[in-house]
């Protein structure tokens, strides 16, 4: 059946809709109170796990690193940990600065509402404890509650369904270890009709694919580690890909999408992805948060902290190895640059020059491994000047990696420049040094100062001194 009839079937039962409502596209955590399952309480599962490569379904031979176990348990708890490392498991499932790992209670934003996610730790009362090793698989990788419930499509069970049987065995063997912290969660806080669980049965039906992952015969063993890491267990698509009007992943996969604010830029490897970047460079940039051309901020600053730096050498070169291997969309004709007398680029080069040379350089070439470089910076020069914006506004902070601990942070201009200001800034270092975007709007400014409640300009900032 093809999907534009399965959609016109849908509209009929009154479901069509039901994607949007249970559906937050690309964000990855929810869920709470495992023992209460009232509309729009969240259920323990919501936001579970992610993971790397195993040995069997189809994965590639395991190349993870680990300690020398003293038996065959240790073994696989030490597989577990590194598959829960792997999938960032602590990012969704521990509140900021809570000092409780996995212990739940991190609140989510979102346009449908607040997720909340999950207490995953072996407390019976309020987390997993009481889980077997069936529901836990089938929350993973089937989108169901431990009694039968449908589970948010927040939670990545679309990617999840092609984690391999061996790393889900793992990866429980490591979760039975996590010590019980009781913890009671708050609810979801998501509105009518978004709290009705049943409407994610269209929502199934229409997108999940549950089927394993199957490797390519004609590639080779590091291609296809690479694969099994993006496509499900590193769930890159989830934040990569632009979702439709009901939330699902578009078709033009890992060619950017955005994330609460924040965009997540192409990488296929095409012209406007990571075309132009080696293959050590991509896994420089997963393993320390940054290279010469880019340094990681906002949310994937956090999964290089959390998950992508612990990760091993050779996964890291296989995911880079298939990203580079994915083809992108055809990219636009570049666009001219604004020419250097435009009254845009004569502020932002003033703006420019008071705030910014100092660190990223009058020649835009930063500090190798430190500043961003912003001259020939693809991500800089995407058709959403999301990131760039909210930078300047609210700074951002380095991952705090073992390859760069001293990470350099940027602090945020929001109190000192106005909206005309910070447009002004983007656009000239949007086309600048060989770069070419179309400019920055203060509308643009304005806008993303309001959903992030950045500061006003204080009356007496002055963005020449």
Same mark, same amino acid.
């Given at each position: 059946? #093809? ?24 964000? @990855? ?59 960032? /498991? ?27 996610? *999950? ?12 889980? #077997? @090793? ?5 929350? %993973? ?79 080779? %063993? ?8 993006? @496509? ?6 989830? /934040? ?26 192409? !990488?296929?490897? *095409?012209?406007?992805?990571?075309? +132009?970047?080696?293959?050590? @460079? ?11 051309? *880019? ?19 050779? +996964? ?39 705030? /910014? ?31 760039? !914006? ?31 200001? %910070? ?8 086309? *600048? ?33």
């Amino acid at each position: 059946m #093809t999907l534009l009839k399965k959609l016109k079937i849908a509209g009929a039962l009154g479901l069509a809709g039901a994607g949007v409502v249970a559906t937050i596209a690309g964000t @990855q955590a929810l869920a709470a109170d495992p023992d209460n399952h009232a509309p729009g309480k969240a259920v323990a599962g919501d936001a579970l796990v992610g993971a790397p490569a195993g040995k069997d379904a189809g994965a590639p031979p395991d190349t993870t690193p680990g300690l020398v176990p003293r038996n065959a348990q240790e073994a696989a708890i030490e597989r577990g940990r590194y598959v829960a490392v792997a999938g960032d /498991c602590i990012a969704c499932h521990t509140a900021h600065g809570s000092g409780k790992p996995f212990a739940g209670g991190l609140v989510l934003e979102t346009p449908f509402g607040k997720l909340v996610g *999950s207490n995953i730790t072996q407390d019976v009362k309020t987390g997993i404890g009481s889980w #077997t @090793q069936e529901e836990f698989t089938r929350a %993973v990788r089937q989108g169901k509650g431990k009694h039968g419930e449908n589970l948010y499509s927040a939670m990545p069970y679309n990617a999840y369904a092609k984690v391999s049987d061996a790393d889900m065995r793992d990866l429980w063997a490591y979760m039975k270890t996590i010590k019980p912290v009781e913890n009671t969660v708050v609810a979801n806080q998501l509105p009518f009709p978004f709290n009705i669980r049943l409407l994610m049965v269209g929502w199934n039906w229409l997108f999940f694919d549950n089927s394993p992952f199957k490797p390519d015969a004609t590639r080779s %063993v590091e291609w296809n580690r690479g694969a099994y890491l993006v @496509q499900g267990l590193a769930h890159c698509a989830s /934040c990569h890909t632009a979702k439709n009007l009901f939330g699902a992943d578009k078709s033009e996969t890992l060619a950017g999408g955005t994330l609460g604010g924040w965009y997540a830029p192409n !990488i296929t490897g *095409s012209r406007g992805g990571l075309h +132009d970047w080696s293959v050590e @460079q991509t896994v420089e940039y997963l393993q320390t948060g940054g290279n010469r051309i *880019s340094m990681a901020s906002g949310p994937m600053a956090e999964a290089v902290e959390n998950s992508t730096q612990h990760m091993s050498s050779a +996964d890291l070169r296989a995911i880079a190895v298939y990203l580079k291997s994915v083809a992108g969309p055809a990219m636009p004709a570049r666009p001219a640059p604004l020419p250097a007398d435009n009254a845009q680029m004569l502020l932002g080069a003033r703006v420019y020059e008071v705030n /910014c040379a100092a660190c990223h350089g009058s020649d835009g070439k930063g500090l190798d491994g430190l500043v961003t470089s912003l001259g020939g910076n693809s991500a800089l020069q995407a058709g959403v000047a999301s990131n760039l !914006i909210n930078a300047v506004l609210r700074g951002t902070t380095p991952a705090i990696t073992h390859g760069k601990p001293t990470g350099a942070g940027m602090p945020g201009f929001a109190w000192k420049l106005s909206d005309a200001e %910070v447009a002004a800034v983007g656009s000239f270092v949007r086309n *600048s040094w060989g770069n070419a975007a179309p400019a920055v709007s203060a509308a643009s400014v304005a806008e993303a100062r309001k959903s992030i409640n950045a500061p006003a300009k204080l009356k007496f900032a002055n963005a020449a001194r």
